[in-house]
C-alpha cells in the first residue's frame, strides 16, 4: 500500500518544501532573527513608535528587542516568533488594534528588563523597594518612546492618553 502513496508523497513534501523556501526567501526572513530596530519598523503601524524610540534617550544603549523580549536564547525566540505570528494573523485579517498595546505578558517581559538594567539606580534611589503592583514605564512612560501621540507620521495616537477629566468627563 505504502508504494501506491510513495510518489504522491514524496512529491508533496518536495513542493511543500520548495514553496516554504521561497516565502522565507521573498520575506527575507533572516531578518526578523537579528536585533535590527529598523526590522520592527517594516510595519507602517510601528512608524511613530519607531520614530520615538529613535529620538529618546534609550536609542544610545537599547534596540528594540533588549525590552521586548527575553534576553535567554530559548524564550527570545519563542516571543519572537509567537509575536511575528500574532502580526502577520493581524495583518493579514485586518484586525490590527489601534492604538497598539502591549499585552500583559509583554508588559512583564518588558519590567524585567527594565529591572535588570537599571537594578544599581533602583537600589540607590529606592532602597531596592519597588512600588509593589506597579510597572517602571507607568511613570517612566515616555523615556523609551518619547512623548505618545507626538510624531509626524500620520499613524500617532491622536487623543488616546486623555485623562478622564480632561475628556469632559
Given at each position: ?16 518544501t ?16 537579528g ?55 493581524a ?7 489601534v ?21 544599581d ?34 499613524f500617532?495616537?491622536k487623543?488616546s ?9
Amino acid at each position: 500500500m505504502w508504494k501506491t502513496y510513495k510518489l504522491p508523497v514524496i512529491t508533496g513534501i518536495i513542493l511543500s518544501t520548495i514553496v516554504v523556501g521561497m516565502l522565507l526567501y521573498v520575506s527575507d526572513f533572516s531578518v526578523y532573527l537579528g536585533d535590527n530596530p529598523t526590522t520592527c519598523n517594516n510595519c507602517h503601524v510601528m512608524d511613530a513608535v519607531y520614530e520615538g524610540w529613535f529620538h529618546s534617550s534609550h536609542r544610545l544603549w537599547t534596540t528594540c528587542n533588549d525590552c521586548h523580549t527575553p534576553h535567554e536564547f530559548i524564550p527570545k525566540y519563542f516571543v519572537k516568533a509567537r509575536s511575528g505570528f500574532n502580526h502577520v494573523s493581524a495583518f493579514t485579517l485586518g484586525h490590527l488594534p489601534v492604538p497598539l498595546r502591549a499585552k500583559e505578558s509583554t508588559k512583564e517581559i518588558i519590567q524585567k528588563n527594565c529591572l535588570r538594567c537599571h537594578q544599581d539606580t533602583i537600589e540607590s534611589v529606592a532602597d531596592g523597594q519597588m512600588d509593589a503592583g506597579r510597572y517602571c514605564f507607568e511613570c517612566h512612560r515616555s523615556i523609551a518612546h518619547g512623548e505618545r501621540g507626538i510624531s509626524i507620521l500620520p499613524f500617532q495616537d491622536k487623543g488616546s492618553y486623555l485623562s478622564f477629566s480632561e475628556e469632559g468627563n
